[in-house]
């Protein structure tokens, strides 16, 4: 902490070691972690009992110890590790570290995130200029920082982030040695791939990704107003010796743990979009070599494309009334439903029926067409890929969603999307992702930008204050490196 105290001949307040935001970018069970919180929690006792000239008495001092370290390592502290088992222990060990009489029931998980340090979704973007010629390809985003677009500076004319852009290192393991000897073909496919999906985007591909950085924009705009939500939710009331009133986060409601990460890690809400369009990203760097035909469409599940999409043509979708039950009559096979929450939480029974099916429900029909097996052979499929996540169109400005100001009014704010990409069911091979749902996976992995999100840097006026630990060195997929800025 030399570096950070007393700097440039001024002395620093107790107060401001309680705003220090610490990050440690490879966590693993949370040892220098936590070793940071004690360093500051302690120095923040020592500055203030100087400051007010009372010690705190010697038999109480431990307690203080343990409240002043519960309250860092709650709000102000953050990691990141490849490893879901070393998140876990580091939470848990976290929780002992920091125990103390009377202490509500904390939850550390918002800022202890399964992720990659280097390799994510920054808040960096390419000029229209770099978007010719493959100019994107090995030159350096320009940054973007998320403060200049809460302040209300618009995005860049013609700009597109660096994420919805294909990256020159997709299909990297390609170019090495060992491929090559080991599968020569498939390591040449792969290749073949990456040279075509990089190819510089014409005009039509150029408008439609610099209409997705718009959306990709707005969607970021609300991922910040769902993690304050969080961020301000998650918090718990703990008396700190020494603190005034206005020094100390003291949230009226603890909403629970349960309820905070299972309406964040929801499908389909705009946190889920982004981080699922960043999570494929990352994964494509990592794609493996014997799967590179799922890429560039010469696998055999495109082949049978066509025979799937003519069986399912001739099914429509109908919504029946929720307190209506669909009952299978005797020698007729039970009718497929599901039940289907509206914006409101109104809850529809929704019937899957044939096409020769006849009558019954009080709504239209609604024709369901699914899309065709898509590959990713392409610009225009990766394309695809993005505005099935982000959308086609740009969201109006006054939209309903900019109202929400508490967790409870995020509940339920959820829509579809299309499936259809046989080449994501791969995405768990690539880094570790894990998953289930738009993609047939949930992409939590470690080609994740999550990092990023959950750390107070995407918060408006949040940085980090000290990076804890200079450990570099390599995982089981390759690196570890330093937790990469917003």
Not at 43 to 68: C, F, M, P, S, W
Not at 138 to 162: K, N
Not at 424 to 432: A, H, T
């Amino acid at each position: 902490m030399q570096h950070r105290l007393d700097q440039d001949d001024t002395v620093t307040e107790a107060r401001e070691l309680l705003e220090w935001k610490i990050c440690e970018p490879a966590l693993g069970s949370g040892a220098f972690l936590n070793e940071a919180i004690n360093q500051v929690a302690a120095e923040y006792l020592r500055r203030r009992q100087d400051e007010l000239g009372v010690a705190i008495d010697t038999e109480k001092y431990a307690v203080e110890l343990q409240k002043a370290k519960a309250y860092i390592a709650l709000h102000n502290s953050y990691g990141v590790n490849l490893d879901d088992t070393a998140v876990e222990l580091a939470e848990v060990s976290l929780g002992l570290n920091t125990m103390h009489p009377g202490m509500g029931a904390p939850w550390f998980g918002l800022h202890l995130r399964r992720g990659n340090s280097l390799i994510g979704g920054r808040r960096e973007v390419y000029s229209a200029e770099h978007l010719k010629k493959g100019g994107w390809l090995g030159t350096t985003p320009e940054r973007f920082p998320l403060s200049e677009a809460l302040a209300g500076a618009p995005l860049p004319e013609g700009a597109v982030h660096h994420f919805l852009l294909p990256a020159k290192e997709w299909g990297a393991v390609a170019a090495e040695k060992e491929a090559k000897a080991l599968a020569p073909a498939e390591a040449k496919a792969l290749a073949a791939w990456r040279k075509a999906i990089t190819k510089s985007p014409n005009a039509t591909q150029t408008k439609r990704l610099q209409g997705l950085a718009r959306r990709a924009e707005y969607l970021w705009g609300l991922v910040v107003r769902r993690l304050e939500v969080s961020e301000r939710e998650i918090s718990r009331r703990i008396e700190v010796w020494g603190a005034e009133d206005g020094w100390l986060r003291s949230p009226e409601v603890a909403v629970p743990r349960e309820k905070v990460k299972s309406d964040l890690e929801a499908v389909d809400t705009p946190y889920w979009r982004l981080k699922t369009l960043m999570d494929a990203r990352c994964a494509l760097w990592f794609w493996p070599v014997q799967e590179a035909a799922l890429l560039d469409g010469s696998h055999e599940a495109y082949v049978r494309a066509p025979e799937v999409a003519s069986q399912s043509a001739g099914w429509t979708v109908t919504a029946a009334s929720a307190s209506a039950p669909v009952p299978a009559q005797s020698g007729v096979p039970a009718r497929e439903t599901y039940e289907s929450e509206d914006l409101f939480g109104d809850v529809q029974v929704v019937e899957v029926k044939s096409k020769g099916t006849r009558g019954g429900s009080r709504k239209e029909q609604i024709r369901g067409e699914r899309r065709p097996v898509i590959a990713l052979a392409s610009l225009d499929d990766w394309l695809d890929f993005a505005e099935s996540l982000l959308g086609t169109q740009d969201v109006a400005a006054d939209s309903l969603v900019a109202q929400f100001d508490t967790l409870m009014s995020w509940s339920g704010t959820r829509t579809s999307c299309p499936s259809g990409w046989a080449w994501s069911g791969s995405l768990r091979w690539s880094r570790g992702i894990r998953g289930r749902g738009l993609l047939g996976m949930w992409l939590s992995g470690r080609g994740s930008s999550i990092g990023s999100w959950s750390s107070g840097r995407c918060l408006p006026g949040a940085g980090m204050t000290c990076r804890w630990g200079t450990r570099l060195g390599f995982g089981r997929t390759g690196m570890r490196t330093p937790f990469w800025p917003s």
